[in-house]
């Protein structure tokens, strides 16, 4: 079954790519069999199950023709079989293809289902594991949408398209074996037209799949043309253009229709000769038939063919799904050999050999972003933040701020020069280890789906409910979520209360409180708060800051008068650096500009 692939924006992007098959290409990709070792005993019987039950499938048109053939003889007063007792006995077979059917589907639905768990499991911890850069190039909801159509794909593979490939094999060989034994004359005759079909279905499938083709990368540009109207509607409505449109709409949707017909002009072709090529086998099978075969056999002969056709015809299908399934245990491949950064995925507490108290340094700090190496975004940064110091970074927009909180969290390296947590390297710390040790509350705080008391414990999450309200009254958050009917379990996120601006600061804010962290880093929110609330989340930032180590992006340059350092940034560079009495005092001092500046703003 072919899946549209759905890009980020909703448009349907390319069939999933498909991959040849050939000997190193399945070689590549049998590693996804992995995934079904675990449940290898299942899988085998499964196999086992659909091979019997193509053998019980194949028994069915003999019994008929024993059963024909004995009541003609019985008809005819002879001796023969009690027909009573064949029927019996194809109820019986079908009795027991009725358990093999239950058991195969039940069988490879569990393997594939367990096997693509695991898989969707493995690719979700290699996603989570990719290290930021990773997600910096690449538009994440493109990727998330093409690997879950890979994994269906995968899916189908494992819980179908396998067992059918096999069961199709089963009912080939023996049916060609059966029709060769009832009648190997009979057989020459039927296989004769397979030249023809083999011919017809190669010479007409190479053209009908580009005429399709062509039809729906027309249909997809008449689809273009809907979206950019529609998308720029005041435009054509303002330039009176309707006409104009529907006129360009027209053109290409008839262009749609006269490809769409000459490709069914072409399946047309196709399907009648295929169709008169296989009856006219079948009129001289059983014209040819009846004088050297009884009226049981000829039966039993003609329906094997049409097991023999009907697996023929569905291995094109199967083919064309392994083909896909290729490709996209290719890709799935490719996102395992990407390099995942070096955290720890076990829950693991802090330990004392990494603990940190709190000091952080920058020595001469270069960095360039690896997507643009030649840019370089901090040039020469140097500071220190003494233990339980405020440290505020200022400076104007692609100063390099967001970048340098990047390098403190870890999400990438210093080019040059040196990072230290309490005089060490960063890189003597294991990531996650630093890590557990940091908060860090950003400018738009994400919340996630799930109640406000999971949101606050996600910086602790075995954290008590005492714990978690006296974070969030610490934040100034305990009053708005205690008025809520739910309180702390009032849902939030997408499908639940949406909180204002200010709130959901202070929930962030009462998550890092619960974290406890040795250095906390803030990316000050810009978008800008009522007084009130703006008044609150300032003392709920105090109350979090008090005793830290804290690293703050400042914006508004208000809140950070008490800061015990102020590092104002520059094109990579630190321009200047002091208390707010020290700077307010550069002469021409940046500082002192940007302070005038937000002071006659505002
Ligand atoms: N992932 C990235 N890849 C490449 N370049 C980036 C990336 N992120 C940021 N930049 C570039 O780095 C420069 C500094 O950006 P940064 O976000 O650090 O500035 P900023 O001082 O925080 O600015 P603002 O105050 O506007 O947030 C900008 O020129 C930006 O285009």
């Known amino acids: 079954m072919a899946r549209p692939n759905y890009s980020s924006n909703g ?105 693509v768990a695991d898989l969707r499991k493995d690719i979700y911890k290699q996603m989570i594991m990719m290290p930021m850069e990773f997600f910096a190039q690449r538009r994440v909801g493109e990727l998330s949408n093409r690997l879950s159509a890979d994994i269906s794909q995968i899916q189908d593979t494992v819980s179908s398209v396998l067992a059918e490939l096999l069961r199709g094999l089963v009912v080939l060989l023996i049916g060609i074996g059966l029709i060769f034994y009832l009648s190997w004359k009979l057989t020459l005759v039927m296989l004769s037209v397979v030249p023809v079909i083999v011919v017809v ?108 056709g009907g697996s023929m015809a569905g291995f094109a299908e199967l083919y064309s799904q392994l083909q896909k399934t290729l490709g996209a245990t290719q890709r799935v491949k490719e996102l395992f050999g990407e390099v995942t950064e070096n955290v720890n995925i076990k829950d693991e507490p802090v330990q004392e050999a990494f603990r940190i108290e709190g000091t952080v340094e920058l020595k001469h700090v270069a960095f360039s972003y690896p997507s643009r190496p030649e840019i370089q975004i901090l040039k020469d940064v140097s500071f220190k933040a003494g233990l339980g110091q405020q440290i505020a970074i200022v400076g104007p927009s692609g100063a390099g701020k967001s970048t340098l909180v990047s390098l403190l969290l870890g999400f990438y390296n210093p080019a040059e020069g040196a990072l230290l947590f309490d005089g060490k390297d960063a890189g003597s710390y294991p990531l996650s280890q630093l890590r557990k040790q940091m908060a860090f509350v950003p400018q738009d705080v994400l919340l996630f789906g799930g109640t406000i008391f999971e949101n606050i414990a996600y910086g602790k999450p075995d954290a008590t409910g005492e714990e978690v309200e006296e974070a969030a009254r610490k934040a100034y958050a305990h009053g708005f ?84 350092k102020i590092v104002v940034l520059e094109k990579g560079l630190v321009k200047e650096c002091g208390t707010h009495d020290e700077l307010i005092h550069l002469d021409n001092g940046l500082y002192r500009n940007l302070n005038k500046l937000q002071f006659e703003l505002s």
């Open 11 to 115: 448009s349907i992007k390319e069939e999933l790519s498909k991959v040849k098959l050939s000997k190193e290409s399945i070689k590549e990709n049998l590693w996804v069999f992995k995934y079904i070792i675990p449940y290898r005993f299942k899988f085998i019987l499964g196999l086992v199950l659909i091979a019997l039950s193509g053998v019980t499938t194949m028994a069915f048109p003999y019994l008929l023709k024993e059963l024909i053939d004995n009541a003609h003889q019985i008809s005819l007063g002879k001796d023969a079989i009690a027909p009573g007792l064949v029927a019996l006995t194809m109820l019986g077979v079908l009795s027991i293809q009725m358990v093999f059917s239950f058991s195969r589907v039940y069988l490879f639905s569990f393997v594939g289902e367990h096997a």
């Open 201 to 308: 279905a190669v010479v007409f499938s190479r053209r009908i799949r580009k005429e399709s083709k062509d039809a729906q990368d027309q249909l997809a540009d008449s689809g273009v043309i809907v979206q950019e109207t529609l998308q720029g509607i005041a435009n054509v409505k303002a330039f009176s253009n309707e006409a104009y449109e529907l006129k360009r709409y027209s053109i290409s949707v008839e262009k749609v229709v006269k490809l769409a017909i000459k490709s069914a002009q072409l399946r047309g072709i196709f399907i009648s000769i295929m169709i008169f090529s296989i009856f006219a086998a079948i009129v001289m099978v059983v014209w040819y038939g009846t004088s050297i075969l009884q009226f049981g056999e000829l039966t039993a002969f003609v329906v094997y063919t049409a097991f023999i």
């Open 481 to 564: 979520i205690s008025s809520f009917p739910e309180g702390y379990n009032t849902v939030v996120g997408e499908r639940g209360v949406k909180l204002s601006g200010g709130q959901r600061q202070r929930v962030a804010i009462a998550r890092a409180i619960l974290k406890d962290p040795a250095i906390l880093i803030l990316d000050e929110a810009t978008s800008s708060l009522d007084s009130e609330s703006e008044l609150l989340v300032q003392k709920a930032l105090d109350s979090l800051m008090k005793g830290r180590t804290s690293i703050v992006i400042a914006h508004r340059l208000s809140t950070i008068r008490n800061a015990d």
